[in-house]
């Protein structure tokens, strides 16, 4: 069962929730144990979750080193050709740790879309709007918010591609 958590029993605050507050989005909080290189599956796997609603933030770069973000299912990977053609890039391709912490402020493993350091285009993966809930991370390594894709990718401003596989 999905509870909300009230304002006064909610974990500590990180900038995607404060986003997410301003913004009027509801959304509910779930920790896990974190693991090095464990990924989006491994917080499905511990919080009982489908991998493939258990969305992951990818930050990437095009040619021109201009950063983006894609948001994709935890079961699945990018294909960058595909993305690259279906936005108008010549190529794209991951950041590296170092690069997308600082694009993003957020430490790889606890990236968020929500209030990044710096503003990126974001590209969700088509078939993540059809969900009726999802788990994002929160901001923070091991912190995952459970939420409504359709107003929350809406807010980001989230452009639908096809580049999964």
Known sequence: ?????????HFSETPATTWLRKAGLA??????AYVEHGGAQRGASELGWDPFAVVKTLVMEDQDAKPLLVLMHGN???STKNLARQIGA?????CTPEVANRHSGYLVGGTSPFATRKSMPVYAESTIFALPRILIN???RGYLLEIDPRPCLAALGAQSVECGQ
């Open 27 to 32: 959304f509910g909080e779930h920790l896990y």
């Open 76 to 78: 699945r990977t990018v």
């Open 138 to 140: 929160g901001g923070r």
């Open 1 to 9: 069962m999905f509870v909300f958590v009230a304002k006064k029993d």
């Open 90 to 94: 010549k190529s794209v391709h991951p």
